[in-house]
């Protein structure tokens, strides 16, 4: 079984302040993908990176998968109120399929 | 569009009873999964199809039946309910053809489910 660890579970901040979540596995991924969650609702794919040492940047957020493909990063600068959610990552396995595992998750909370 | 779309949205149960959470996808998706979320321990998966007619299990299918008859329809069966059930599950699909692995996963809005 493929796990993925995220870190930190929690993050409360000021706006304006950076921060980055942390997603570490043992194994092996061939692509990486990070989702935000907002109450009520389902997840939303924000990226996905496919290749070791890819970096994709969003607007604010920058993502970034490792060179051994088994950690990836999120970077958020001058965090807004409107960041506030849960971040979840998950990786996709060597099938064509590509059933995803996910981490625990990060809950985001920007104050003003 | 209606994506991928799931009822009830909220159910309350009793230990012993069954009940079956719909999900249905209007996107010709082949792939289609059920996941629980529970606080601290992300989504896991259920059970996930590939396409009408197969099925496999995830990493925690105990208690959980699936069928995929169409495309379009992907339900989950409880099959007589246990308090550690209650959780919120979530119905996603995504497209296998032409790169399985970076596909986005769409989920639907969630049914909330409460095991007494």
């Known amino acids: 079984t493929q796990l993925l660890e995220q870190s930190p579970q929690f993050l409360s901040i000021q706006e304006g302040e950076n921060l980055t979540v942390y997603c570490n596995s043992s194994?092996?991924?061939?692509?990486l993908q990070w989702y935000r969650q907002e109450p009520g609702e389902g997840p939303v794919l924000l990226v996905t990176?496919?290749?070791?040492?890819e970096v994709k940047k969003l607007k604010r957020l920058t993502f970034q998968f490792g060179d051994a493909r088994k950690d990836s990063s999120l970077h958020i600068t001058a965090a807004q109120t409107g960041d506030t959610g849960l971040y979840l990552c998950?990786?996709?396995?060597?099938?064509?399929?590509?059933?995803?595992?996910f981490g625990q998750g990060t809950i985001l909370t920007v104050h003003p | 569009n209606a994506g991928v779309t799931q009822t009830p949205k909220f159910q309350v149960l009793k230990t012993g009873q069954s009940m079956t959470l719909q999900c249905a996808q209007d996107?010709?998706?082949?792939?289609m999964s059920w996941y629980r979320q529970d606080p601290g321990m992300g989504l896991r998966l259920i059970h996930y199809?590939?396409?009408?007619?197969?099925?496999d299990q995830g990493e925690v299918p105990n208690g959980y039946n699936v069928s995929r008859s169409t495309t379009e329809d992907f339900p989950l069966r409880l099959l007589s309910a246990a308090p550690s059930q209650t959780s919120v599950y979530f119905c996603?699909?995504?497209?296998?053809?032409?790169?399985?692995?970076?596909?986005?996963?769409?989920f639907g809005e969630g049914s909330r489910l409460t095991v007494l």
């Open positions: 996603a699909s995504k497209m296998t053809s032409g790169g399985g692995n970076t596909g986005e996963l769409f």
């Open positions: 194994s092996v991924f061939s692509s």
């Open positions: 990176v496919v290749t070791g040492g």
């Open positions: 998950a990786g996709a396995g060597g099938t064509s399929y590509g059933k995803l595992t």
């Open positions: 996107m010709n998706h082949e792939y």
């Open positions: 199809s590939v396409g009408a007619g197969i099925t």
